[in-house]
């Protein structure tokens, strides 16, 4: 199983990003896909959820109205659209797949909203 990340950057408060998650190695459209942030200091969050056929989406109250989570499973790929971002979501974002017991983390892209 590997997942890979991309699209992270530097932007300024209010600016949009596109992140990127590959998946390989599994059968990506059977899988409830997550993404999941780190920001220094502070625990790992859950910032998104979508369902295996991309109908069902959850997101954290701090991110509702300005991300979308959305996937591509003829591609093996799940995108956030982050748009009128702020300093505060300033983190290492993840995405992560949970197949039977364990769960599979992607190395991390880092998103920084700083002017």
């Known amino acids: 199983v590997q997942l890979v990340e991309s699209g992270g950057g530097l932007v300024q408060p209010g600016g949009s990003l596109r992140l990127s998650c590959a998946g390989s190695?599994?059968?990506?459209?059977?899988?409830?896909m997550t993404w999941y942030r780190q920001a220094p200091g502070k625990e790992r969050e859950l910032v998104a959820g979508?369902?295996?056929?991309?109908?069902?989406?959850n997101y954290a109250d701090s991110v509702k109205g300005r991300f979308t989570i959305s996937r591509d499973n003829g591609k093996n790929t799940m995108y956030l659209q982050m748009n009128s971002l702020k300093p505060e979501d300033t983190a290492v974002y993840f995405c992560?797949?949970?197949?039977?017991?364990?769960?599979?983390w992607g190395q991390g892209t880092q998103v920084t909203v700083s002017s």
């Open positions: 979508i369902s295996s056929d991309g109908g069902n989406t």
């Open positions: 992560r797949v949970q197949i039977t017991w364990r769960a599979y």
């Open positions: 190695g599994f059968t990506f459209s059977n899988r409830y």
